[in-house]
């Protein structure tokens, strides 16, 4: 009974995290500061979220079971925001490049340390790390649409002519 009140809390508030920050930004989309924001409030979300597994599941009488599909629902999140932080940062944006890339390597750490821990722990299965590396990879191709140092939509790709 505890670890199923642990997963609804930890299901909860991360969808609350994503569904505070969706709303928050659709009301300050000028903002400069929008998308580090978001990313850091999800970041703080995965973070918080590893913390209270980390310190309930020590607690005593905790039986070790598995949460793969909250795990999958997680990880889908995470790519589907990553997948739009990369396409914000491909189009011309008025935000600086470099706390939105700081910030998704905060997110970057979290994301991999809490697939680590949950994995250390047994509470998620093999399969699903491969999804923690998936979602690692993502947020990697997010940060280099904000790799640049100015504010100018992230790296162009230059297209070679051949004779």
Request: hydrophobic residues 40%.
């Amino acid at each position: 009974m505890q670890l199923f009140l642990i997963k609804f809390v930890l299901i909860i508030s991360t969808l609350f995290c994503f569904m505070q920050s969706t709303s928050r930004a659709s009301t300050s989309i000028d903002d400069p500061q929008n998308t580090s924001d978001l990313v850091s409030q999800v970041t703080a979300a995965i973070q918080g979220a590893d913390s209270l597994m980390m310190s309930n599941i020590s607690s005593p009488g905790v039986a070790n079971i598995t949460f793969n599909e909250a795990y999958f629902n997680y990880v889908d999140s995470v790519l589907y925001l990553a997948d739009t932080v990369q396409r914000r940062g491909r189009l011309f944006h008025s935000e600086l490049n470099q706390p939105v890339y700081q910030a998704l390597q905060s997110l970057s750490s979290a994301v991999s340390m809490y697939g680590h821990d949950l994995a250390s722990q047994n509470i998620i299965q093999r399969n699903s790390t491969i999804r923690t590396l998936t979602t690692g990879s993502a947020i990697v191709r997010a940060q280099s649409a904000w790799a640049n140092n100015q504010n100018y939509p992230g790296k162009r790709e230059a297209f070679e002519w051949t004779s």
